[in-house]
């Protein structure tokens, strides 16, 4: 079998994992969405987009899940896997261990780089039916639905792979707040996927679309590398997932900052727009 072989095998052993999950009883499995969408709402809930009013905003969501997946799938793994091949070629296995921080560097970048990519996708495309002319209020709810979209979409299949592992709420008993820590790690990862898309729609509402998705591409691989130091011995498990909690809790608190600094802007221009519009009567009260 050829190398090739084996990584169609594998991208298409992970794109099943997220629609099978064999041995995976209802109830878990229903769980694991429920928690998934509980940590979306909550973090969705301090944008306040307007699902309700805007109701094409489901459907940013839906798509940007899908094809953020297709996206890693088929983008993503093989980039990173042919990276993986180049270094490879110039370096011995012992080098690239010895120099794991910076040999590491490109296969974040690409997560980052392909992810936020896929997910500007439906945003860009609305922009554009839009006129290309959409508010940074309007560009910041989009980003947040489409971050949201593949965030909990993704933190349904970790939560299933961790319930299909065998965990059961005796590890609590067992290892205590250890053991929570899979759910943990998803919290945060759904306020960074979130947190970045919505940055990334500022950007594009804004008229430097490219500058904020390089910008978001970078604080998502920013997240991943703490991977590359927990494999390091840089960090341990808690470490990375404080790391993991305050990059995203920095990221969202700007997007938050932005989203509600442009609700009060947009709220002046509108009551001058409107006093200019009212003509003076002459006369004096």
Known sequence: MSELDILWQQ??????????????????????????????????????????RKHWLWAVAVVSAFLTLLAVTYVQIPLQYYAGLVLDNFWSPQVLMNWLLLAAIPQTLISGLVQEGAKMVPMVFWWWRSGRKISPRLGLAIGAIAGAGFGIYE??????????????????QTEGLLALTPFW?????????????????????SGRGWQFYLMASGLHGLTNYAAVLYRNGTLTVNQVEIYLAAVAALVMLAAIWLRWRRSDEEAEE????????????????
């Open 185 to 205: 790690d998803r919290f945060w990862a759904v306020a960074l996927h979130i947190a970045v898309s919505s940055l990334a729609g500022y950007g594009l509402a």
């Open 270 to 285: 509108e009551t001058a727009e409107t006093d200019e519009k009212i003509e003076p009567t002459g006369i004096d009260i």
């Open 11 to 52: 991208m298409t052993a992970f794109l099943k994992s997220f629609f099978i999950y064999e041995g995976l009883n209802w109830d878990l499995m229903l769980v694991g969405i429920g928690l998934a969408l509980v940590f979306g709402a909550i973090w969705l809930c301090a944008h306040w987009p307007p699902l309700f």
């Open 155 to 172: 933190a349904v299949w970790v939560h299933n792979q961790v319930f299909i592992s065998g965990w059961t709420l005796q590890a609590v």
